[in-house]
Structure formats: C-alpha cells, structure tokens
C-alpha cells in the first residue's frame, strides 16, 4: 500500500509518497523560509499563495522521483490542523481533488501525531508502548503519553511560548534571522557548556513548560541592561541549555512516573543537536528520534500517519473541513 502525504499546515509545501507507513519512496518538501525570512516570521497570506504555487510541481517531483503513477498510489493523507487556515485550505483542497478523481480514500493527519509519525520512518527499531512523545515545534510543545496507535494522553504543555517559537524569538533579538533554531543550533555548536547560567522555569503543573520568561531574560542581557552584554554565542548557547535542560529533565520525568517503555522525540525542535544528544544520553529507556530532516515539517510523516489511519478505519469524507485549533490528546478533536 503506497499513501501520499500532503502537508502544508506552515511554511513548507511538502508532498511525499510512503509505502507500508514506513518505507519512503519519495519526500518533496518545498520550504519557503527564505520567502519569510525578510519579514522575521511566516505571513500567513504570503504562505497560502505560496503554496498555490508550489503544490503542483512539488507532486510532480514526488512522483518522478519515486517512478510512480497516481494508479499506483492507495490513498491520500492530508494535514487538516493544526496550523495556518489559508494554508491548510491549499494541501486540502489539492488532496480532495485528488482522491475523488480517483475515488480513493482521504485520510485527514493530525500535524502533531505527523509528527509522532516520523519515528516509524526508516527500517530502524519502532517505538515501544507505552512512549512517552516530546512533541516540539514552532507552534506547540507537548509531552503525550502514547499507549498505542492513535491513543493518546496529553500529560504537559506549553504555559506561554512553544519551545521553536522561543527559539526564533531570541534568533530574532540576537540578529540570527529567521528560522532562529537552526541559527542558535549551529552558533552553539562545539562549544563547551555555556559559563553563562540562565534559570530553567518551574511550574505547578509537572510535565508544563514555560520559555517566555526565558526570552524576556536574553532580550535583557542583550540590550545590556544587566551590565556588559557576553557575546551572542555565549548568550545564545546559555538560551539552548536552558530550554534543553527543561525539555529533557520534563520528559525523563514523565517517561519514568508512566513506566514508559521507549520516548519518541519529534517535531522541528527535535532537529536541535544538543536536545537529541542530551535525551539520548540522560534517557534509561531507548530514544526514537527521526533523522532531522524528518524533524521539521515533510509530507512523508503524514503519509506514515496516514497509514495507520486508515489500518484503523480512519477515512474522511470529501465534504472535510480544516481544524486549524487542533491538539493532540485530552481535550484533541477527532475527525
Ligand atoms: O515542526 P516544524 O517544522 O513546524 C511547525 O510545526 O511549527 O517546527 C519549526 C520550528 C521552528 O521554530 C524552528 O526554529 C525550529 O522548529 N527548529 C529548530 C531546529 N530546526 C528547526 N529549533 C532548534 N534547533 C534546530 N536545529
Ligand atoms: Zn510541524
């Protein structure tokens, strides 16, 4: 069984073709960072008309390069929320035309179990259950308990900024561009721990974060209103410390109150050098981490959720709606 995989919830035009919600045949993602980067952020109206223009040839690419037809494909996984309404409409409106010319079955993708979904990518061992999921990206920062294909419990979440979006806050203060991660990523690479220690939040609730508080701490160093500004490498390695500190020390603590059996860290956050290294290393129970490319937003983790989907039955009908509010867990809405 060969699903397709239409994303564009964000920032990437992303079409991918999986087979068996494993094997990746072909995985095109279109980023428009560069696009954004002169306004320091994704413009919402400027994303939907990129994608108008992007989706089409990013599916022909998809096909060529997996020497696929459309008769070939089984069905069509489609990213309906969470993210940008302008945008989702696109991936959705593409993914409807696509399964009624054919009469295929359309599967709506929640973007943060796509996400989930990148750790069963690739023939590498698949995550035991229960998991505990560190879903981090530029909109969300969840800690999930994940019992089973599809079953999901949200045990934590972001009181303020997601961890990404901290991430491209502090780029943005520090004069990095945009997207920030990467930035600070490689600005902080190789360095010795940061001589600088900035304070990691606590709150009441055990498995929440907060990074705002965070932000506001670098925006005042930088600007040297705590005395002589250290050098941006110095700041922006202190800054990722912190928030992998919080992230990791969070995790391990859900991971052993639940007795989980193996962490699946995901989203575009998890591409971040120091996190993957540092939860490796500190987890007693093995890590799933995708490859970083697999990380960040790509039309292969929606085909590979996809896939389960519709193993459990999940299809939707043509008349589908986006949900751009969507969670995971809890209070999450099903389709
Ligand atoms: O999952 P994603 O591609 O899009 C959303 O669903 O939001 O995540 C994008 C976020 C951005 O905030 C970006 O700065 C961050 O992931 N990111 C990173 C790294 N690569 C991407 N953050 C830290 N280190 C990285 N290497
Ligand atoms: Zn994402």
């Not at 929320?81 to 593409?94: D, I, K, R, T, Y």
């Not at 360095?191 to 055990?206: C, G, K, S, T, Y």
């Not at 020390?249 to 575009?268: F, K, M, N, P």
């Not at 490859?291 to 043509?318: K, S, V």
């Amino acid at each position: 069984m060969i699903v397709l995989g239409v994303e564009t919830s964000c920032d990437e035009t992303a079409v991918a073709l999986v087979q068996e919600g494993r094997r990746i045949l072909s995985n095109v993602v279109s980023s428009q960072a560069e696009l954004h980067a002169r306004y320091g952020g994704v413009v919402p109206e400027v994303a939907s008309r990129r994608h108008l223009e992007a989706i089409i040839p990013a599916w022909d690419e998809a096909l060529e390069r997996a020497a696929c037809t459309l008769g070939d494909v089984g069905a069509i996984a489609v990213t309906c929320g969470p993210g940008l309404s302008g945008a989702l409409l696109v991936g959705l409106n593409f993914a409807k035309a696509l399964a009624y010319s054919r009469s295929l079955p359309l599967v709506p993708v929640n973007h943060l179990e796509g996400h989930v979904y990148a750790a069963w990518l690739g023939d590498g061992p698949e995550p035991a259950f229960p998991a505990i999921a560190l879903i981090v990206s530029g909109g969300h920062s969840d800690v999930v308990l994940m019992t089973g294909h599809g079953r999901y419990r949200r045990l934590g979440e972001t009181a303020d900024d997601a961890a990404g979006e901290a991430f491209d806050k502090v780029a943005r203060v520090l004069g990095l561009g945009f997207p920030g991660g990467p930035a600070i990523d490689r600005l902080s690479a190789g360095r010795p721990a940061a001589r600088l220690r900035l304070p990691r939040a606590r709150l009441e609730q055990p498995y929440d974060f907060s990074f705002s508080g965070l932000k506001t701490r670098v925006q005042r160093i930088a600007r040297g209103e705590e005395g002589n500004p250290p050098d941006k490498a110095e700041l922006a390695a202190a800054f990722q410390e912190s928030v992998v500190d919080s992230l990791v020390v969070t995790t391990l603590q859900a991971a052993g109150d639940h007795e989980a059996r193996s962490i699946i860290l995901c989203g575009g956050v998890a591409a971040n050098t120091l996190l993957r290294a540092s939860l490796a290393e500190r987890s007693p129970v093995p890590v799933v981490t995708p490859a970083p490319a697999l990380c960040t937003d790509n039309g292969a983790m929606i085909a590979a959720c996809g896939y389960q989907r519709l193993l459990a039955g999940e299809t939707g009908a043509l008349s589908l709606d986006i949900d751009p509010g969507l969670r995971i867990g809890g209070d999450a809405v099903a389709f």
